[in-house]
């Protein structure tokens, strides 16, 4: 699959599980306000209810004490005096509680206004009656009883009261239809949002099925290519080392032969040196004859004078220059076949302990250190397992390039340290030297390639030849220096190196 495809269904999962969650968050929110809606609706419209309820049981009350009153009057029983007693006592509590319930509504609180007043009025007149019948004046408090209950307080009391109930029918009806709404208004938004939970879900289904789809057609695919990296592995590994083994023939061939010819011009410059010295003896007596001087004493050689004597300068300083870079070059060949020898050389896995190995390398080195004033630091290193010499010839070119290249008038401070890591060990030698400028620091690992002032003797083979070593170990390489601030090259290696990449060419 494409990385762009990769990108856009990713992309598009994330955009489907973002609309979902805002789906589900705005429908439990709608959801939530919607019910708190619908209930409160509700509460009013049983705070409605409540109204009339107690409106109908405070006009209960007052018909009771009206009832009962009368009926004490006629036949003088006391239970008809205790009902309405009773019911007198009930009728202010509920006067009060239905104050309390439409302390919200103004209109109704002045219904009830009116309301205790006619009542206060009746009540009154019910304890003037009781108070004529208590003095046996059973005709006043009969004609007081009659005077009531034709003049308009009790039909004042009723009117107020179906005013107090035709108001609250009216909210009733309203508060009704607000709740059905609301109602209605929440149904709405669950089934709308379960709609579209339900659609979302069956896009994710979808989408999950074709990326599972996808997986499996690359896990197929991988399956398959995994079959066959085996065998493709082996190809191209032997195909390697044939090459490799290719190279190495050929540099140890051309090695060989750049050898025979330079051995021969070895030869020749040797004889040359030595036609030299006849030559130019010859030249000078030859100039003193010409010039009839007297000829030497016995035993020395004529002295060359003007012309001659700059030519047979400049002829040596040319010797001088052809035997220079013949061993320049001598040495090169050697570091060649060196090279190619160890790049034949099956490497051995050994469990060592590195700081001890690495302990022996700078006793070697000791002579050196001492005469550059460096002072070479061990720390406390790991043991693992890999190839001792090769070991060796890793550590001995660093830390004798580190004592090489340390700044003049400086002394030396060469750290060695190591830490572990997730299976492999990381050496760090570290140096005060003169640095490495970052633009070579690719360059100084190239064969014959070197970085810096040349003013000390080297080949340009030593760090190339590292890393080969440290890769042919499994290993990597890196350096990090700057100009005049010391360099620090680090190393990674498996801690147990296996027959698994031994002797393969990295």
């Known amino acids: 699959m494409a990385p762009e495809v990769r990108h856009r269904r990713a992309l598009g999962q994330i955009l489907l599980l973002s609309a979902g969650f805002l789906v589900l968050v705005a429908i439990s929110t709608a959801s939530v306000l919607l019910v708190n809606k619908a209930r ?5 419209v049983v705070h409605t209810i409540e109204v009339e309820n107690q409106v109908n049981t405070l006009l209960l009350d ?3 004490a009206e009832s009962n009153a009368r009926g004490y009057l006629l036949t003088r029983d006391d239970q008809f005096l205790t009902a309405h007693d009773e019911a007198v006592a009930a009728i202010r509590p509920d006067l009060d509680k239905l104050a309390s319930l439409v302390t919200d509504n103004p209109m109704q609180k002045g219904h009830l206004a009116k309301l205790r007043a006619e009542i206060e009025t009746r009540l009154s007149q019910f304890e003037r009656e009781k108070a004529l019948a208590a003095g046996g004046d059973d005709a006043a408090a009969t004609a007081l009883v009659r005077s ?4 308009n307080t009790n039909a004042n009391i009723g009117a107020v009261a179906d005013l107090m109930r035709a108001e609250e029918a ?44 996808a997986r ?4 197929a695919r991988l399956r398959e290519n995994y079959l ?23 540099a140890y061939i051309v090695s060989h032969d750049l050898r025979s010819p330079l051995v021969n011009i070895m030869g020749f410059t040797s004889e040359l040196e030595e036609l030299r010295n006849d030559i130019f003896r010859r030249i000078a007596m030859l100039a003193r004859t010409a010039s009839a001087s007297p000829p030497p004493a016995e035993g020395t050689d004529p002295e060359l004078e003007g012309a001659d004597q700059q030519l047979s300068e400049d002829f040596s300083e040319a010797l001088g220059f052809i035997k220079s870079s013949i061993a320049k070059m001598d040495r090169l060949i050697t570091a060649i076949l060196n090279l190619t020898r160890e790049g034949r050389r099956e490497f051995v896995p050994t469990r060592m302990d590195t700081r001890e190995l690495i302990e022996a390398v700078v006793t070697t080195l000791a002579h050196q250190a001492a ?27 660093l830390i004798d390039n580190a004592i090489k290249y340390l700044k003049p008038g400086v002394p030396g401070d060469i750290a060695i340290r190591a830490r572990t890591k997730l299976g492999f060990a990381i050496f760090e030698i570290a140096d005060n030297g003169r640095g490495i400028d970052p633009k070579d620091h ?14 000390r003797p080297g080949q340009g083979i030593g760090l190339a030849h590292v890393r080969a070593l440290v890769r042919r170990l499994g290993g990597t390489m890196s350096v990090a220096s700057e100009l005049g601030q010391g360099s620090t090259f680090t190393i990674t290696l498996p801690i147990n190196w296996n027959a698994s990449n031994r002797n393969s060419d990295r």
């Open 40 to 44: 409160e609706d509700s509460a009013w």
């Open 216 to 219: 499996d057609e690359a896990e």
């Open 371 to 397: 005469e550059a004033n460096a002072t070479i630091r061990i720390e406390p290193l790991p043991t693992i397992v890999s190839d001792r010499l090769a070991l060796e010839q890793i550590f001995s070119n």
């Open 442 to 455: 690719q360059r100084i690992f190239d064969l014959f390639r070197r970085a810096g002032a040349q003013d």
């Open 148 to 151: 009531a209950a034709s003049g």
């Open 228 to 250: 066959n990296l085996e065998a493709t592995v082996d190809e191209r590994t032997a195909d390697l080392r044939e090459a490799n083994d290719e190279i190495q023939r050929f």
């Open 62 to 64: 007052v018909r009771r």
């Open 170 to 213: 009216q909210l009733f009806a309203q508060r009704s239809a607000n709740a059905d709404h609301s109602q209605s208004l929440a149904t709405l938004v669950t089934i709308t949002g379960s709609g579209l939970v339900v659609l979302l879900a069956c896009l994710s289904v979808v989408l999950v099925r074709r990326s599972t789809r």
